[in-house]
């Protein structure tokens, strides 16, 4: 059986599916085309669709003849469909797909799902307590450590944003790249280690939060009680706009300058000189709301 696999690059769990795969003796498929082409493809069927969904369509289309894909779940923002059913609304938007399979990013509920991969792919169950027994190990989140938060001569700024999309090289590279220009350093919130960001999102008083939100409002509470952080750049991917609902939300509750910034895969972004103009002269943004909710910014 031939399964092609998805990961996203700031996988929780980097390489358990793979090995997993490998172990019940189905090497992965991974996609032939890079990020810019895969982008175009997507792009070619799903036109009005965010810059994510049209990276993975490109992707699983550039595999050829696979009897399945692994897809690893994206934490969904509030009202983000995509996110929270990826495999079905692609099949059914899409006629000829292989079967796409979605599986846990995190170790809840990991090794239920991968049981029932298992048995799926190799009908020997044998083979599959075996296969689980191996890949164990990487059935954790891997320890990591805070990213530096200054760079010399650089004011720093909290770059926010879903995992999933800030990890994309085709969303990331040219931004760092424009935030040095600038004279700014960019500490990525996919950066963090997923483990502190969850446990300062016990914080947010809002038991119907999703995990996207979550994870976005963990991030922000981290990063803002930091004095090195002077101001905040939230990033959605384009057409996005559960994304941008969240960010702008959280946006509104900085008492550091803010700036949404929408990516679709571009190079130049014009919109971050004024940004950096007000960080770095220190100007003053919105006042931070009161409210248990907010990520209030205090230091960790």
Do not use: C
Request: avoid cysteine; charged fraction near 20%.
């Amino acid at each position: 059986m031939r399964v092609g696999l998805l990961e996203t690059h700031a996988a929780r769990l980097p390489g358990y599916w793979a090995a997993f795969l490998k172990e019940l003796g189905s090497e992965p498929v991974l996609p032939a085309l890079d990020d810019t082409q895969a982008l175009a493809l997507g792009r070619e069927s799903l036109p009005n669709e965010p810059l994510g969904v049209q990276l993975v369509l490109g992707r699983i289309l550039s595999m050829g003849r696979v009897d399945a894909v692994l897809i690893a779940q994206w934490p969904a923002v509030s009202g983000d469909a995509w996110s929270e059913a990826l495999p079905d609304l692609l099949a059914r938007r899409i006629s000829g797909l292989p079967t796409l399979i979605g599986v846990p990013d995190g170790p809840e509920g990991l090794e239920g799902a991968a049981t029932e991969l298992g048995l799926r792919i190799s009908q020997n169950a044998g083979r599959v307590r075996l296969a689980l027994e191996k890949v164990r190990p990487l059935a954790q989140d891997p320890r990591a450590a805070q990213p530096a938060l200054t760079r010399a001569s650089r004011a720093t700024v909290a770059v926010i944003g879903p995992r999933a999309l800030l990890s994309e090289p085709l969303v990331a590279a040219p931004l760092r790249a424009a935030l040095d220009d600038l004279g700014l350093y960019g500490v990525f919130s996919h950066e963090l280690p997923v483990a502190d960001v969850l446990k300062r999102a016990e914080r947010l008083e809002q038991p119907r939060a999703t995990a996207g939100d979550r994870e976005l409002f963990g991030a922000v509470s981290l990063l803002g009680g930091k004095g090195a952080v002077k101001g905040f750049l939230f990033v959605s991917g384009a057409r996005d706009g559960s994304t941008a609902t969240a960010t702008a939300r959280l946006a509104e509750r900085q008492h550091k300058p803010t700036l949404l910034l929408s990516v679709d895969g571009q190079t130049d972004f014009p919109e971050l000189a004024a940004f950096r103009d007000l960080v770095t002269s220190g100007g003053a943004a919105r006042p931070a709301p009161s409210g248990p909710d907010s990520a209030d910014g205090e230091s960790a």
